[in-house]
Each structure stands twice: as C-alpha cells, then as structure tokens.
C-alpha cells in the first residue's frame, strides 16, 4: 500500500502524540484501526460497540496521549490498550468476560499468537471482498452466521451440492490468495 | 478423489464433526498421502479464522473522518500569553462567557438525547424521573434532557416501560401513529412500519392513535394494536403477559400454543427451537418461566408434552414426540 505500513516506533509515537503531530495521528490510525477493530470484536462480538472502542481509544490518544511514555512494540501497547478497555466495558454491561480475554490480558506470550491471528483475520476479511456475490454471501451465512449447509440450502433455494460447492470455492481462492503470502499453521 | 473435489469434502468433514462415517473417510484420507495433513490443516484454520469474523469490514475512510472531527480537526482551546492583556480580555469576555453558560443552560433543558439501545440481548436505562426502560438491541428512543413532560418518543424497535408513580403528571409514550398514557405500571410497547402494539404487565394504560381519539384502555395481560395506516385501535382476544417476560424475566404463557412460547423463547435466548413435526407447535400449555434458564424451561415443556429435545448444535434444538 502507501506510506502507511511503515512501522512507528514507540519513541516516535511517544514524540508524535507529545506534539499533536497530525500526519502521524493519521499513520497511526490507517496502520492498526482494522487490527483494533477485529480485536476489540472478538472481545465483545458487536460490531457496532468494537467500533466505539477504537474510535474511543483514539480520541484518548490524542487527547491524553501528551501525558504518555509509550515502550516496546506500538501493535503491543494498542493491543493492550483496547483489550483492557474492552474488559472495562463488558464489566461496565455486566457482561461477562471470557477467560481468554483473561488470559491475554494476564499473559505476555499469548499476545504475539493473538496478533498473529488478527493479522490473518485481516487478510481474510481482504480477500473475502473480491469473492462472487453469491460464493461470499454462502461462505458468510455458513462461518458468520454458523448455519449448517442444510440449512443455508433451504434459505436460498438451492442444492446442497451447490452450498458445498460454493463453500468449496470461496476457501479455495482464500488458501491461494492467503498461502503464498503467509504460511498457514 | 479428484484434487477439486478436495475442498469440498474437507468442508463435508469439518461441517459435521459427529457424523462417524465422515470422519472415517477423513482419515482414510488423512492417510493416502504424506501432503494430506498438511492440506486439512489449511483449510482447517482458515475455517475457524473464518468463523469469528465480524459479517462487516472496518471502514477505515469513514473511522477516520469521524476520529478527526472529535480530535485534529478540533480547536485548540485560545491562551493568552500576556497577563495584561489577558485581564482586558477577561473584563471584556467574562459577562459574554456567562451569558453564553446561561443560554447554553437553558438550552440544555430542551436539548433531546436519543439513546439507541446496544447489547446482545437486552440493554437498560434509566430515565430522568428514575423510571426503567429495558430494550431490545437496536430500538431507538429520544426524549428531552430535562424530561418535565414525561413523554418518550419510541422511533423504532421494542421496550419494556416500569413507570414511576406519578399522580401530578401522566407519563406518555408515543410511536409511530400511536401513544400510551399512563400513571405508574409496567407495559411493553413494540413498534414497526406497520404497527404498534402495547402489552400491559401491571396498572393501567390508554393506547390511542396519537390523533385525538380515546383509544382503548388495557389492564394487566391484555394487549393492544394500533395499525399505522388506518390509525384503527383494537383490543387483542387472550392473555399476552408474556410480552413482557424477556425485559423482567417472568414469561407467563396461559393456553398459548407451543408455536408461541417456542418462538417467544428463541426470541430471547438466541436460539433455534424447532419441532419435528409442525402439528406439535399448535398445541397449547399454561405455563410460567420465572428467572430460569433455556435448559429448565425446555425440561419442563418436555415433562408437559412429552416431548424429548435434541441438541443439534450449539444453538438448535428440536422437539420431537417420546415414541
């Protein structure tokens, strides 16, 4: 892509939020929004509420972020950052906190396997868009929606045959498009 | 097996874990050649990647057009770097500044907050007179900040209303082409394009049109209809207390068919209930689920008809007659 991938170092973020810097504000926010979101989602599965948090963290940081000194990885410290906001607010619903979450939140190791996954998540959901209409809708109603090939059968009048095929499709072009560029494990 | 039929079958498998036969040939498979472990493993992980996916994609253009307006596109507040001139500034700013707070105040007090409900299953609020609202995800309410006029508009979705007592002033939800008043009850109000429909819990309330016409009156367990196109406000044959049962947790059923309370369930655990055979949906039962779960409430509808429930998946069930 652009500019945007490039890394920002702690030091430079810790400078750049120090002095309000725009550009870096806007580098930041197009490097790890879509990470943050999917993070925050698997946290408290709405979509709609995971976008408040990311929205929420960034205001903070720009807000407040004068008054941080932020070490070690950027990824890591975000991470940590909407993870714990997360916990706060399903504490806040009374909802109740998974002990994954748990888990990451009290676990150093765990957070390199969970960015691991967001980042594979991310390439997925890039190259879920390109599928055909039908292929993608199928392929969401079966992993999204968890509905059985049976059932995704019955609600759009078609073959079972045709739902594996569709299926089959959709994570064929995902395997290529997703193989070369990241070993699956 | 053919390489393109590959996938498929490795879906087959995945898709039905308990299914004896399949998962033999999968490892009949998993066995012909050395590259095959590999190949399931693939697809295996992007199938469970793929199952904690959010259905949308972040929208990183928009996220951002709406960060910068509350950050970088924010005034910086003014400084003033000189006292001096900072006193003539204040002397001259000080009187505009509090008539600016006052305005701001009085505004306030007609300013409307809109709440949209968030959550899984249910989301609460308390409003300024200290009555409850429970609502469904997604139903949009407003009101005015100040609330002296105790009127709620619902704009769209369900909610369940347990009023505060008030004998100086009514307390009046209004919907699309309809309006509750009421003094002090528990009732739950349900409103789409094509109607609006009222259940009452405890007291009383008025259900109308919102065009002048008195509108029924309904007591506890009745239930009223007011339809947005002819404006016609009819009162509901049966008892519907169980209108109210996903907001405080009481599910009362008097002789409702077994379709009713099925889909009523559903509703609010998130679940599939089916049955095997559709005559069986049409068969009635009085029943009261109070804070219980989705496990004792289908042990007991299984005890009253004679029914055994399979667990298909994590969120199905389908009830089929003992034989």
Known sequence: MTQHDRTISAAELTAGLRNHDKDLFQQLYQAYSRELYLLAFRWVQDEGLAKDMVHNLFVYLWEKGGDLTITGEVRHYLFRAITNRCINELKRRSRTVSEELLHFESDTASFYEIADYILFQQELLKHLAPLAPRCREIFILSRVHHLEPAEIAEKLGITLNTVYYQLSIALTALRTALLPKKKLR | MKKEEVPGFIIACLSEPDNAAKQQQLQDWLLEDETHPAILEDYRRLWQAAALLPENDFDVATGWDNLQQSTVLRQPPMTVSHRRRWWKVAAVLLPVLLAAAWWRHTQQDREMVTYIAQGNLKDSLQLPDGSKVFLRPGTVLH?????????????????????????????????????????????????????????????????????????????????????????????????????CGWANNDLSFSNQSLGTVLHTLSSIYQVRLRTADTALLQENITVRFKNITLEEALAVIREMLDLKADHVSSAEYILKKMK
């Open chain 2, 143 to 243: 009101y005015r900040k100040n609330f002296r006029s105790r009127t709620v508009e619902l704009q769209s979705g369900e909610a369940f209303f347990d009023v505060v007592k008030n004998e100086q002033q009514r307390f009046t939800v209004t919907a699309f082409h309809a309006a509750v008043e009421v003094l002090g009850t528990s009732f739950n109000i349900k409103t789409s394009t094509e109607y609006t429909d009222v259940a009452v819990w405890d007291g009383k309330v008025r259900l109308s049109a919102g065009n002048g016409q008195p509108g029924v009156l309904l007591t506890p367990a009745t239930m009223g209809k007011v339809d947005a196109y002819t404006g016609q406000v009819e009162k509901l044959a049966g008892t519907f207390e169980y209108r």
